[in-house]
């Protein structure tokens, strides 16, 4: 079955496509991607996304205007990456604005901005939406959902396999051994901190603007990593909590920068010298490479570590992981077919298939809900259906 998966993160950037085909058992199908295509939020849209996502005060009009817009861009990046509308079923993520991780007695609660009904007619095609919900009503973070999907796709191997996303949020995926004393284990995965929300945020600040990212992490290559100040960041709570745990730019947002660019300036201060733009990306490159190592270093050994996402291709934040993540063979996804943007699309294409065959497609263990749940609630163009 051809499925089309759409993914936004929390970078706000744009939307990753991915037209994928399954079959097969669910737990292991058999997949191939048949095409892929990024799709770029135009600037005032990825502007208004991240100002919402910090928790700006918008009017319920304008809410609807974003959610519309978001929308729009879902169906070019469909229509991009699938122009023959190969896809009978597409399984789309939207846009989140805002995500609370359970804290009782308050339950969890996730919001992804995407008008399902218009995205089915414009495509006509069923659409599977609103894939956290289930988790979250039955006690669970929502979060992350891609670590079962990236057991599902790459199998396992003769060790502990990690896969690394860094998107805005740096998150885990640990899939156990296919051999040995391990193999009874369930797959892991967790939220560790911030890889690019932090960075995205200092670079538009230090630049006026004019830039959104370090590209290949040449502005942090020139700048000094202020390690005594990493080591107190990593005590944080967050960083020291275990799974299941997730989180996003409600805690590593403006306010967070602002926070660390304080701590920042104060230790260049004791050691009478002037803090750079430089200095700070540095620092906070390394900060994202650092967390994960962190993590890593609590649980089973893997022995290598599979990068993804956007941050994949900022050369000072790899060698950092490479640097800090000793003895683990660090490289990229693509060495295994999968582009560091086509990861969380096809792992969506995936929960969509799973959720047309009824399979659950979350991981308690994972996300600490109550038992295993399909994901989606699913939408038929107003003249479609399967």
């Known amino acids: 079955m051809a499925v089309l998966g759409l993914m936004s993160g929390t970078s ?4 990753d496509a991915v037209l994928a085909r399954f079959a097969g058992p669910c737990h292991r199908p058999r997949w191939q991607i048949l095409a892929s295509h990024s799709t770029p939020y135009p600037e005032p849209l990825r502007q208004e996304l991240v100002a919402v996502g910090q928790g700006a005060r918008r009017s319920s009009a304008e809410l609807l205007d974003l959610a519309e817009a ?9 229509r991009a990456c699938d122009p023959r509308a190969q896809a009978r079923l597409v399984g789309c993520h939207g846009q989140t604005i805002w995500h609370r991780p359970p804290s009782p ?3 969890g609660a996730s919001w992804q901005l995407l008008q399902a ?5 414009l495509l006509q095609c069923p659409v599977v939406h609103d894939l956290r919900a289930a988790d979250l009503a039955l006690g669970g973070q929502g979060a992350p959902l891609v670590p079962a999907a990236d057991e599902a796709l790459l199998g396992r191997s003769g060790g502990w396999r990690a896969v690394l996303n860094l998107g805005g949020i740096a998150n885990l995926t640990l899939i156990p ?15 560790c901190g911030p890889a690019n929300t932090l960075l995205d945020l200092a670079v538009s600040q ?4 004019e830039q959104s990212i370090d590209a290949g992490g040449a502005w942090a290559s020139r700048g000094r990593v202020d390690e005594p100040t990493l080591e107190r ?9 275990t799974g299941p745990k997730s989180t996003g730019r409600e805690l590593f947002g403006h306010a967070d920068l602002r926070r660390r660019l304080e701590d920042l300036e104060q230790a260049a201060g004791q050691q009478r010298q002037s803090l750079q733009p430089a200095d700070v990306l540095a620092s906070l490159t390394a900060f994202s490479a650092a967390v994960v190592a962190q993590d890593l270093g609590r ?16 050369r000072m934040l790899m060698a950092e992981l490479r640097r800090r993540c000793r003895g683990v063979i660090v490289r990229p996804l693509a060495e295994l077919g999968i582009e560091g943007a086509q990861r969380e699309a096809l792992a969506f294409a995936l929960l969509a298939w799973w959720h047309r065959r009824q399979h659950p497609g979350n991981a308690p263990a994972i996300t600490g809900a109550l038992r295993p749940a399909v994901l989606g609630v699913c939408v038929q163009p107003p003249c479609g259906g399967f």
């Open 299 to 314: 649980g089973p050994q893997p022995v290598e570590l599979l990068v993804a996402g956007g941050g994949s291709r900022n």
């Open 177 to 191: 051994p296919r051999s040995g004393p391990d193999r009874r284990q369930v797959v892991r995965g967790w939220d």
């Open 105 to 107: 007695p308050r339950r």
């Open 12 to 15: 706000a950037d744009g939307v």
């Open 233 to 241: 960041w990593l005590l944080e709570p967050y960083f020291q909590q």
């Open 70 to 78: 978001v929308t729009e861009v879902q169906a070019a990046a469909a």
């Open 206 to 209: 230090f630049s006026g603007g």
């Open 117 to 121: 009904p218009l995205l089915a007619q």
